[in-house]
Protein backbone atom coordinates (compact mmCIF):
# COMPACT_ATOMS: atom_id res chain seq x y z
CA UNK A 1 0.00 0.00 0.00
CA UNK A 2 1.23 3.71 -1.29
CA UNK A 3 1.70 6.31 1.66
CA UNK A 4 -0.88 8.48 -0.82
CA UNK A 5 -3.38 5.11 -0.62
CA UNK A 6 -2.99 5.03 3.31
CA UNK A 7 -3.41 8.90 4.04
CA UNK A 8 -6.94 8.99 1.76
CA UNK A 9 -8.26 6.30 3.63
CA UNK A 10 -7.24 7.31 6.92
CA UNK A 11 -8.75 10.72 6.04
CA UNK A 12 -11.87 8.78 4.63
CA UNK A 13 -11.84 6.98 8.20
CA UNK A 14 -11.68 9.92 10.13
CA UNK A 15 -14.83 12.07 8.07
CA UNK A 16 -16.59 9.13 8.57
CA UNK A 17 -16.12 9.14 12.26
CA UNK A 18 -16.56 12.90 12.68
CA UNK A 19 -19.71 12.72 10.81
CA UNK A 20 -21.19 9.94 13.39
CA UNK A 21 -20.63 11.65 15.76
CA UNK A 22 -22.36 14.75 14.85
CA UNK A 23 -24.82 12.61 14.43
CA UNK A 24 -25.45 11.25 17.71
CA UNK A 25 -24.35 14.54 19.35
CA UNK A 26 -27.78 15.99 17.35
CA UNK A 27 -29.62 12.79 18.59
CA UNK A 28 -28.75 13.41 22.22
CA UNK A 29 -29.49 17.08 21.92
CA UNK A 30 -32.97 15.87 20.28
CA UNK A 31 -33.51 13.75 23.09
CA UNK A 32 -32.38 16.34 26.12
CA UNK A 33 -34.91 18.79 24.22
CA UNK A 34 -37.71 16.18 24.06
CA UNK A 35 -37.12 15.30 28.08
CA UNK A 36 -37.42 18.80 28.87
CA UNK A 37 -40.29 19.05 26.88
CA UNK A 38 -42.00 16.41 29.26
CA UNK A 39 -40.48 17.82 32.31
CA UNK A 40 -42.39 21.34 32.02
CA UNK A 41 -45.51 19.71 31.30
CA UNK A 42 -45.41 17.81 34.47
CA UNK A 43 -44.43 20.31 36.48
CA UNK A 44 -47.10 23.27 35.25
CA UNK A 45 -49.39 20.27 35.97
CA UNK A 46 -47.99 19.67 39.44
CA UNK A 47 -48.48 24.16 39.89
CA UNK A 48 -52.46 23.29 39.08
CA UNK A 49 -54.77 24.04 41.88
CA UNK A 50 -55.05 20.72 43.73
CA UNK A 51 -58.72 20.84 43.51
CA UNK A 52 -58.46 20.83 39.78
CA UNK A 53 -55.70 18.04 39.40
CA UNK A 54 -57.59 15.46 42.04
CA UNK A 55 -60.70 16.78 42.32
CA UNK A 56 -61.98 12.61 42.19
CA UNK A 57 -59.96 12.34 45.35
CA UNK A 58 -61.55 14.88 47.27
CA UNK A 59 -65.34 14.61 47.12
CA UNK A 60 -66.48 18.27 48.72
CA UNK A 61 -63.70 19.68 46.59
CA UNK A 62 -65.71 22.21 44.59
CA UNK A 63 -65.71 21.45 40.75
CA UNK A 64 -64.33 24.16 38.52
CA UNK A 65 -67.52 25.57 36.89
CA UNK A 66 -69.95 25.24 39.35
CA UNK A 67 -70.18 28.42 41.77
CA UNK A 68 -71.76 28.54 45.19
CA UNK A 69 -75.36 29.59 45.28
CA UNK A 70 -75.80 32.87 44.90
CA UNK A 71 -78.78 34.99 46.60
CA UNK A 72 -78.90 36.88 43.29
CA UNK A 73 -80.29 34.74 40.20
CA UNK A 74 -79.33 36.82 37.80
CA UNK A 75 -75.86 37.15 39.05
CA UNK A 76 -75.45 33.83 39.25
CA UNK A 77 -76.52 32.36 35.97
CA UNK A 78 -74.22 35.67 34.26
CA UNK A 79 -71.90 34.54 36.35
CA UNK A 80 -72.53 30.96 35.61
CA UNK A 81 -72.26 31.61 31.88
CA UNK A 82 -69.00 33.29 32.38
CA UNK A 83 -67.41 30.49 33.93
CA UNK A 84 -68.45 27.91 31.54
CA UNK A 85 -67.35 30.41 28.54
CA UNK A 86 -63.74 30.05 30.35
CA UNK A 87 -64.09 26.61 30.38
CA UNK A 88 -65.22 26.10 27.11
CA UNK A 89 -62.05 28.10 25.60
CA UNK A 90 -59.45 26.88 28.15
CA UNK A 91 -57.97 24.09 25.30
CA UNK A 92 -55.56 21.60 27.50
CA UNK A 93 -52.08 22.84 27.94
CA UNK A 94 -49.97 20.21 26.29
CA UNK A 95 -51.78 21.20 23.38
CA UNK A 96 -50.15 24.45 22.21
CA UNK A 97 -46.61 22.93 22.67
CA UNK A 98 -46.88 20.16 21.08
CA UNK A 99 -48.24 22.21 17.72
CA UNK A 100 -44.53 23.95 18.14
CA UNK A 101 -43.14 20.86 18.08
CA UNK A 102 -44.00 20.49 14.80
CA UNK A 103 -41.92 22.80 13.30
CA UNK A 104 -39.10 20.75 14.81
CA UNK A 105 -39.97 17.31 13.28
CA UNK A 106 -40.48 19.63 10.00
CA UNK A 107 -36.36 20.72 10.64
CA UNK A 108 -35.18 17.43 11.54
CA UNK A 109 -37.10 15.68 8.53
CA UNK A 110 -35.81 18.19 5.64
CA UNK A 111 -32.09 18.40 7.09
CA UNK A 112 -32.26 14.70 6.92
CA UNK A 113 -33.34 14.24 3.19
CA UNK A 114 -31.11 17.21 1.91
CA UNK A 115 -27.41 16.57 0.93
CA UNK A 116 -24.67 17.74 3.80
CA UNK A 117 -24.03 21.03 2.29
CA UNK A 118 -27.77 21.74 2.08
CA UNK A 119 -28.50 21.52 6.18
CA UNK A 120 -28.01 24.86 6.94
CA UNK A 121 -29.88 26.20 4.42
CA UNK A 122 -32.79 23.96 4.86
CA UNK A 123 -32.54 24.84 8.49
CA UNK A 124 -32.30 28.45 8.35
CA UNK A 125 -35.54 28.46 6.30
CA UNK A 126 -37.55 26.70 8.72
CA UNK A 127 -35.84 29.20 11.62
CA UNK A 128 -37.25 32.26 9.22
CA UNK A 129 -40.32 30.51 8.41
CA UNK A 130 -41.36 30.83 12.17
CA UNK A 131 -40.26 34.17 13.12
CA UNK A 132 -41.40 36.04 9.70
CA UNK A 133 -44.60 34.30 10.28
CA UNK A 134 -45.54 35.34 13.79
CA UNK A 135 -44.63 39.04 12.48
CA UNK A 136 -47.20 38.50 9.05
CA UNK A 137 -49.63 36.89 11.49
CA UNK A 138 -49.99 39.43 13.62
CA UNK A 139 -50.22 42.37 11.73
CA UNK A 140 -52.74 41.28 8.86
CA UNK A 141 -52.76 37.47 8.59
CA UNK A 142 -55.25 37.22 11.44
CA UNK A 143 -57.37 40.14 10.16
CA UNK A 144 -57.49 39.19 6.71
CA UNK A 145 -58.58 35.42 7.91
CA UNK A 146 -61.22 36.54 10.67
CA UNK A 147 -61.65 40.49 10.52
CA UNK A 148 -65.23 40.77 10.41
CA UNK A 149 -65.98 36.87 12.21
CA UNK A 150 -69.60 37.45 13.55
CA UNK A 151 -71.01 39.96 11.46
CA UNK A 152 -74.07 38.98 8.99
CA UNK A 153 -73.23 41.09 6.11
CA UNK A 154 -69.52 40.54 6.12
CA UNK A 155 -67.30 39.59 3.27
CA UNK A 156 -67.55 36.07 2.50
CA UNK A 157 -64.04 35.80 0.55
CA UNK A 158 -62.17 37.72 2.85
CA UNK A 159 -61.68 39.37 6.35
CA UNK A 160 -61.94 43.02 6.29
CA UNK A 161 -61.38 46.18 9.19
CA UNK A 162 -64.49 46.37 10.96
CA UNK A 163 -64.96 47.42 14.46
CA UNK A 164 -62.40 49.13 14.99
CA UNK A 165 -59.91 47.62 12.91
CA UNK A 166 -60.64 44.47 14.70
CA UNK A 167 -57.27 41.81 14.37
CA UNK A 168 -55.34 43.42 11.96
CA UNK A 169 -52.10 44.71 14.47
CA UNK A 170 -54.39 43.10 17.11
CA UNK A 171 -55.93 46.84 17.03
CA UNK A 172 -59.32 45.98 18.84
CA UNK A 173 -58.04 43.68 21.69
CA UNK A 174 -56.48 46.74 23.87
CA UNK A 175 -59.55 46.37 26.57
CA UNK A 176 -59.61 44.54 29.27
CA UNK A 177 -63.67 43.43 28.04
CA UNK A 178 -61.91 42.19 24.74
CA UNK A 179 -59.66 39.92 26.52
CA UNK A 180 -62.12 38.83 29.60
CA UNK A 181 -60.88 35.20 29.24
CA UNK A 182 -58.28 35.15 26.30
CA UNK A 183 -60.18 33.00 23.89
CA UNK A 184 -58.85 35.54 20.26
CA UNK A 185 -55.31 35.54 21.72
CA UNK A 186 -55.09 31.75 22.00
CA UNK A 187 -56.75 31.22 18.95
CA UNK A 188 -53.67 33.74 17.28
CA UNK A 189 -51.77 31.31 18.40
CA UNK A 190 -53.43 28.10 17.09
CA UNK A 191 -53.65 29.22 13.93
CA UNK A 192 -50.41 31.26 13.80
CA UNK A 193 -49.06 27.73 14.04
CA UNK A 194 -50.69 26.50 11.95
CA UNK A 195 -50.10 28.82 9.24
CA UNK A 196 -46.27 28.46 10.07
CA UNK A 197 -46.69 24.68 9.18
CA UNK A 198 -48.97 25.54 5.57
CA UNK A 199 -45.51 27.91 5.06
CA UNK A 200 -42.84 25.38 6.14
CA UNK A 201 -44.58 22.52 3.70
CA UNK A 202 -43.13 24.23 0.83
CA UNK A 203 -39.68 24.58 1.80
CA UNK A 204 -39.06 20.63 1.68
CA UNK A 205 -40.65 20.96 -2.05
CA UNK A 206 -38.16 23.10 -3.33
CA UNK A 207 -35.03 22.51 -1.17
CA UNK A 208 -31.52 22.94 -2.33
CA UNK A 209 -32.52 24.43 -5.74
CA UNK A 210 -34.15 27.62 -4.44
CA UNK A 211 -32.80 31.24 -3.56
CA UNK A 212 -33.41 32.15 0.30
CA UNK A 213 -34.90 35.66 -0.38
CA UNK A 214 -36.79 34.24 -3.00
CA UNK A 215 -38.17 31.92 -0.60
CA UNK A 216 -39.06 34.17 1.97
CA UNK A 217 -40.90 36.21 -0.64
CA UNK A 218 -43.15 33.20 -0.65
CA UNK A 219 -43.44 33.04 3.11
CA UNK A 220 -44.46 36.24 3.33
CA UNK A 221 -47.62 35.67 0.56
CA UNK A 222 -48.30 32.58 2.01
CA UNK A 223 -48.70 33.50 5.58
CA UNK A 224 -49.79 36.88 5.25
CA UNK A 225 -52.49 36.28 1.76
CA UNK A 226 -53.14 32.74 0.71
CA UNK A 227 -53.76 30.93 4.20
CA UNK A 228 -55.56 33.39 5.65
CA UNK A 229 -58.05 33.34 2.79
CA UNK A 230 -58.66 30.13 2.92
CA UNK A 231 -59.22 30.08 6.73
CA UNK A 232 -62.01 32.60 5.93
CA UNK A 233 -63.75 30.61 3.51
CA UNK A 234 -63.96 27.81 5.75
CA UNK A 235 -63.18 28.70 9.42
CA UNK A 236 -64.84 31.89 9.84
CA UNK A 237 -68.35 32.07 10.41
CA UNK A 238 -69.41 34.60 7.42
CA UNK A 239 -66.83 32.05 4.92
CA UNK A 240 -68.82 30.83 1.80
CA UNK A 241 -66.96 27.17 2.09
CA UNK A 242 -67.73 27.02 5.73
CA UNK A 243 -70.39 24.51 6.55
CA UNK A 244 -69.69 24.10 10.31
CA UNK A 245 -70.01 27.99 11.18
CA UNK A 246 -71.96 30.23 8.94
CA UNK A 247 -75.24 29.89 9.84
CA UNK A 248 -77.00 31.57 6.66
CA UNK A 249 -76.24 28.66 4.20
CA UNK A 250 -77.04 30.62 1.72
CA UNK A 251 -73.96 32.34 0.94
CA UNK A 252 -72.34 29.26 0.78
CA UNK A 253 -71.29 27.40 -2.09
CA UNK A 254 -73.48 23.67 -1.63
CA UNK A 255 -73.41 23.97 2.20
CA UNK A 256 -69.61 24.59 2.92
CA UNK A 257 -67.21 21.85 3.37
CA UNK A 258 -65.79 20.24 7.22
CA UNK A 259 -62.48 20.51 7.91
CA UNK A 260 -62.22 20.03 11.44
CA UNK A 261 -58.33 19.95 12.13
CA UNK A 262 -56.94 21.37 8.73
CA UNK A 263 -56.82 18.80 5.92
CA UNK A 264 -57.73 20.82 3.01
CA UNK A 265 -57.08 24.30 5.08
CA UNK A 266 -53.54 23.90 6.37
CA UNK A 267 -52.02 20.55 4.28
CA UNK A 268 -53.47 20.94 0.51
CA UNK A 269 -53.06 24.84 1.11
CA UNK A 270 -49.46 24.45 1.04
CA UNK A 271 -49.43 20.73 -1.09
CA UNK A 272 -50.87 22.93 -4.11
CA UNK A 273 -47.80 25.78 -3.20
CA UNK A 274 -45.40 23.09 -3.10
CA UNK A 275 -46.62 21.38 -6.61
CA UNK A 276 -46.54 24.86 -8.41
CA UNK A 277 -43.08 26.03 -6.91
CA UNK A 278 -41.64 22.47 -7.95
CA UNK A 279 -43.17 22.57 -11.25
CA UNK A 280 -42.08 26.01 -12.36
CA UNK A 281 -38.24 25.75 -10.34
CA UNK A 282 -37.80 22.18 -12.35
CA UNK A 283 -35.97 19.54 -10.65
CA UNK A 284 -32.05 19.97 -9.96
CA UNK A 285 -29.23 18.87 -12.59
CA UNK A 286 -28.86 15.44 -12.45
CA UNK A 287 -31.78 14.52 -10.46
CA UNK A 288 -32.78 12.14 -13.86
CA UNK A 289 -30.86 10.91 -16.88
CA UNK A 290 -31.88 11.29 -20.78
CA UNK A 291 -33.92 8.87 -20.72
CA UNK A 292 -36.42 9.96 -17.61
CA UNK A 293 -35.76 7.76 -15.35
CA UNK A 294 -34.71 9.09 -11.93
CA UNK A 295 -31.16 8.87 -10.61
CA UNK A 296 -30.52 8.46 -6.92
CA UNK A 297 -29.95 11.37 -4.49
CA UNK A 298 -30.40 10.24 -1.01
CA UNK A 299 -30.34 12.34 1.73
CA UNK A 300 -27.48 12.68 4.58
CA UNK A 301 -29.42 11.22 7.14
CA UNK A 302 -31.75 8.27 7.66
CA UNK A 303 -31.56 8.88 11.61
CA UNK A 304 -32.71 12.51 11.16
CA UNK A 305 -35.47 11.67 8.86
CA UNK A 306 -37.32 8.91 11.30
CA UNK A 307 -36.83 11.10 14.39
CA UNK A 308 -38.55 14.06 12.55
CA UNK A 309 -41.09 12.00 11.56
CA UNK A 310 -41.55 10.61 14.97
CA UNK A 311 -41.72 14.15 16.13
CA UNK A 312 -44.36 15.59 13.56
CA UNK A 313 -46.68 11.97 14.68
CA UNK A 314 -46.55 13.62 18.14
CA UNK A 315 -47.05 17.10 17.05
CA UNK A 316 -50.44 15.85 14.84
CA UNK A 317 -51.83 15.15 18.58
CA UNK A 318 -51.66 19.14 18.89
CA UNK A 319 -53.39 19.32 15.41
CA UNK A 320 -56.08 16.58 15.63
CA UNK A 321 -57.29 16.24 19.36
CA UNK A 322 -56.23 20.31 20.21
CA UNK A 323 -58.34 21.20 17.57
CA UNK A 324 -61.45 20.85 19.91
CA UNK A 325 -60.08 23.62 21.34
CA UNK A 326 -61.35 22.72 24.90
CA UNK A 327 -61.44 19.37 27.02
CA UNK A 328 -64.00 20.18 30.47
CA UNK A 329 -67.00 21.17 28.77
CA UNK A 330 -69.46 18.28 28.37
CA UNK A 331 -68.72 15.81 25.44
CA UNK A 332 -65.50 17.61 24.26
CA UNK A 333 -62.98 15.04 26.05
CA UNK A 334 -64.99 12.62 23.96
CA UNK A 335 -64.46 14.01 21.14
CA UNK A 336 -60.72 14.60 21.84
CA UNK A 337 -60.16 11.50 22.64
CA UNK A 338 -62.25 9.78 19.52
CA UNK A 339 -59.50 12.41 17.51
CA UNK A 340 -56.54 10.52 19.10
CA UNK A 341 -57.30 7.07 18.67
CA UNK A 342 -58.34 7.96 15.18
CA UNK A 343 -54.94 9.87 14.16
CA UNK A 344 -53.13 6.81 15.85
CA UNK A 345 -54.75 4.03 14.04
CA UNK A 346 -54.92 6.25 10.40
CA UNK A 347 -51.30 6.92 10.59
CA UNK A 348 -50.60 2.99 11.75
CA UNK A 349 -52.20 1.72 8.89
CA UNK A 350 -50.68 4.31 6.47
CA UNK A 351 -46.98 3.52 7.35
CA UNK A 352 -47.63 0.18 6.94
CA UNK A 353 -49.55 -0.05 3.60
CA UNK A 354 -47.18 2.26 1.82
CA UNK A 355 -43.99 -0.01 3.30
CA UNK A 356 -45.22 -3.32 2.50
CA UNK A 357 -46.88 -2.16 -1.26
CA UNK A 358 -44.02 -0.58 -1.96
CA UNK A 359 -42.46 -4.39 -0.91
CA UNK A 360 -43.75 -5.90 -4.32
CA UNK A 361 -42.60 -3.65 -6.61
CA UNK A 362 -38.80 -2.72 -5.09
CA UNK A 363 -38.20 -6.13 -3.04
CA UNK A 364 -37.03 -4.09 -0.36
CA UNK A 365 -38.17 -2.34 2.55
CA UNK A 366 -37.60 0.83 2.32
CA UNK A 367 -37.78 2.84 5.82
CA UNK A 368 -38.47 6.38 4.10
CA UNK A 369 -41.43 4.43 2.73
CA UNK A 370 -42.81 4.00 6.28
CA UNK A 371 -42.09 7.54 7.13
CA UNK A 372 -44.23 8.85 4.12
CA UNK A 373 -46.90 6.87 4.82
CA UNK A 374 -47.63 7.80 8.12
CA UNK A 375 -47.64 11.42 6.90
CA UNK A 376 -50.28 10.44 4.20
CA UNK A 377 -52.24 8.75 7.12
CA UNK A 378 -51.81 11.64 9.24
CA UNK A 379 -53.37 14.07 6.42
CA UNK A 380 -55.94 11.83 5.61
CA UNK A 381 -57.48 11.41 8.83
CA UNK A 382 -57.24 15.37 10.02
CA UNK A 383 -60.22 16.77 8.41
CA UNK A 384 -62.36 14.00 9.42
CA UNK A 385 -60.82 12.81 12.55
CA UNK A 386 -64.04 13.87 14.83
CA UNK A 387 -66.82 12.34 13.29
CA UNK A 388 -64.61 9.10 12.04
CA UNK A 389 -64.90 5.47 14.02
CA UNK A 390 -61.75 3.83 14.38
CA UNK A 391 -62.11 1.16 11.87
CA UNK A 392 -63.21 3.87 9.38
CA UNK A 393 -59.80 5.80 10.56
CA UNK A 394 -57.86 2.63 9.52
CA UNK A 395 -59.69 2.49 6.15
CA UNK A 396 -58.63 6.20 5.58
CA UNK A 397 -54.71 5.47 6.31
CA UNK A 398 -54.91 2.61 4.12
CA UNK A 399 -56.89 4.44 1.18
CA UNK A 400 -54.44 7.43 1.71
CA UNK A 401 -51.73 5.49 1.60
CA UNK A 402 -52.58 3.91 -1.48
CA UNK A 403 -53.07 7.03 -3.13
CA UNK A 404 -50.14 8.44 -2.12
CA UNK A 405 -48.10 5.87 -3.68
CA UNK A 406 -49.66 6.34 -6.83
CA UNK A 407 -49.15 9.95 -7.10
CA UNK A 408 -45.66 9.46 -5.84
CA UNK A 409 -44.87 7.55 -9.10
CA UNK A 410 -46.44 9.81 -11.16
CA UNK A 411 -44.62 12.90 -10.29
CA UNK A 412 -41.33 11.24 -10.41
CA UNK A 413 -42.80 9.72 -14.30
CA UNK A 414 -43.59 13.59 -14.76
CA UNK A 415 -40.01 14.46 -13.67
CA UNK A 416 -41.92 16.70 -10.99
CA UNK A 417 -41.01 15.44 -7.50
CA UNK A 418 -37.33 15.74 -7.18
CA UNK A 419 -36.37 14.57 -3.37
CA UNK A 420 -36.95 11.11 -2.86
CA UNK A 421 -37.18 11.17 0.54
CA UNK A 422 -39.26 14.91 0.77
CA UNK A 423 -43.09 13.44 1.18
CA UNK A 424 -44.47 16.79 0.94
CA UNK A 425 -45.73 16.92 -2.47
CA UNK A 426 -47.75 13.90 -2.90
CA UNK A 427 -48.74 13.59 0.76
CA UNK A 428 -49.94 16.69 1.23
CA UNK A 429 -51.86 16.96 -1.70
CA UNK A 430 -53.42 13.40 -2.81
CA UNK A 431 -55.12 12.12 0.50
CA UNK A 432 -57.58 15.00 0.75
CA UNK A 433 -60.32 13.92 -1.06
CA UNK A 434 -61.30 11.91 1.94
CA UNK A 435 -61.41 15.26 3.79
CA UNK A 436 -62.55 18.15 1.83
CA UNK A 437 -66.36 18.15 0.27
CA UNK A 438 -66.22 15.20 -2.22
CA UNK A 439 -65.07 13.31 1.43
CA UNK A 440 -68.50 14.61 3.31
CA UNK A 441 -70.48 11.46 2.37
CA UNK A 442 -67.77 9.05 3.28
CA UNK A 443 -68.07 10.57 6.54
CA UNK A 444 -71.27 10.40 6.75
CA UNK A 445 -71.37 6.76 5.82
CA UNK A 446 -69.01 5.63 8.67
CA UNK A 447 -71.01 7.19 11.17
CA UNK A 448 -74.31 5.03 9.56
CA UNK A 449 -72.37 2.50 9.81
Known amino acids: MSAATFTQESQDAIDAITTSIGELDAFYLLVVGVFVFFMQVLEQQKRSPPTARRRH ?6 HPTRLPHSPNPRASIAASRAAHQLARTADPPPAKPLLVQQQAGFALLEAGSVRSKNTRNILL ?68 VFAAAAATIVSGAVAERAQLSAYLIYTCII ?89 LWMGWYGFNPGSTLGITTDGYGTIMARCAMCTTLSAAAGGLTCVFFDRIFSKTFDVSMVCNGILAGL ?69 LL
Request: glycine share 14%.
Open 57 to 62: HHPHAQ
Open 125 to 192: KNLLDACIGAIIWWAFGMGIAYGDSGSSSGNVFIGTGSNGAGPFFAAGWGSSSAQSNGYTMALWFFQY
Open 223 to 311: TGFIYPIVVHWVWCNNGFLSGGFTSNKNLTVLGGCLDFAGSGVVHMTGGVAALCAAAIIQPRIGRFDENGKPNAMPGHSTPFVVLGTLI
Open 379 to 447: VSITAGCAATLPWAALVIGFIGAFVYYGAHTLMLNLQVRDRPQAPRLASHNTPLYLSTPPGRPFSSCTR
